[in-house]
């Protein structure tokens, strides 16, 4: 089992940056595929980036591609969400999720949540206009 805890929510101005953290413990995740996903109050969870962990390619839907950057750190067990460019839409809880197996699937989060066993608590992101 992974545990994961995310960090690095905040408030932020429009346009603004902010780099959240997914910290991995336990039988950690070296391999398989970990996604972030947001939500919002009132809409369903959508998934903002998803990365295989062993080759590092990460993937992303068309509302935060160029604005997200999904990366690992394999040492320090760490995955990053790099979020520039902050609309007030980009503003919800933020979590991390992992998978110890990979696929296909991994490139496409919103469409397989159900693929992922360890969840975090969330971290809140609110991007103020």
């Known amino acids: 089992q992974v545990q994961l805890a995310e960090s690095g929510g905040g408030s932020v101005q429009v346009g603004g940056s902010l780099r959240l953290a997914c910290t991995t413990s336990?039988?950690?995740?070296?391999?398989?595929?970990t996604a972030w996903f947001r939500q919002a109050p009132g809409k369903e969870r959508e998934g903002v980036a998803s990365?295989?962990?062993?080759?590092?390619?990460?993937f992303y839907p068309d509302s935060v591609k160029g604005r997200f950057t999904i990366s690992r750190d394999r040492a320090k067990k760490t995955v990053y969400l790099e979020m520039n460019s902050l609309k007030p839409e980009d503003t919800a809880m933020y979590y991390c999720a992992a998978s110890t197996y990979t696929g296909a699937w991994c490139q496409y989060p919103s469409h397989y949540e159900y693929e992922y066993t360890s969840w975090g608590q969330g971290t809140q992101v609110t991007v103020a206009s």
């Open positions: 336990g039988d950690t995740a070296s391999e398989g595929c």
């Open positions: 990365i295989y962990m062993g080759s590092g390619t990460p």
